[in-house]
């Protein structure tokens, strides 16, 4: 294990791993508040047309991921805040658009590029370079930086979007940085853990720390130190055998996590409630600010 820290393509997959523990559960706090668990998703099947659109033109598929994932979220969410749509029709579109779009293109680009789609599909950390790197770096700076500055306002939008626009709050705005942030955490994550995968890292953290925690920011802090422990111990299991998938590796592991904290949840819950009811109160706006 030692040498295997000292080699490069091992420390650059360790750095994106800690990247990507870290913002997946941040922003998919706020995503599992507001009910849009599958949102990630969505945004991974539009992003895959980005990654076939990089292939067909030879340009930086990460970079075409980005432009399309971005698009594809602000257009799905003008489309849920204006149409008659509702949140689960606008994913549908998205999940099946993205689809037909990314095969649509990939059956055009030259050919040899199935073959590197599916480090995208399913990840490939190991192949991860120093460019790569800088590129996940900046967008996870961008990801941190809207949950720090922004973290209240989209509490409380989370929380109630009627107690939000009464507030005087941006609604549509904070939707749209919502959307736009999910989409650069699914281009930050896609080199990881995958497209197909990328929504259990945002989603699966979240749920396992809300099994042992009630509060906003303890529950965000919490998630984020069991995503990055499922995107670590994952990419290290994955050393153990070379036909080990680290990006399942790291999804069950997470999976296992949530299994564990579910008993250990009732135990805690069964502790909070002999206790006084002085203590941690439940989710409120005043956590955040």
Known sequence: MISLLQKEFFQLAL???LLVGLCAPAVGTFIVQRRLSLLGDG???VALTG???GFLTGTA???TAVLVAVGGAVAIEIVRARGRTSGDVALALMFYGGIAGG???MGI???GSNAKLNSYLFGAIASVTSQDIWIIGALAVAVIAVVLIFGRELFVLCQDEEMARASGLPVRLLSLVIA???ALTVVIAMRVVGLLLVSALMVIPVATSQQLTKGFRTTMALAMLFGVVAAVGGLLGSTLSPRVPPGAAIVLLALTGFVLALGVGRFVRRGRAQESPVGEQPISAREVT
């Open 51 to 53: 990654v076939a659109l």
């Open 15 to 17: 750095i994106a791993a």
């Open 103 to 105: 095969v649509m293109l």
């Open 109 to 111: 680009a030259p050919g």
């Open 61 to 63: 598929p990460v970079f």
């Open 180 to 182: 736009v942030t999910a």
């Open 43 to 45: 945004i991974g099947h």
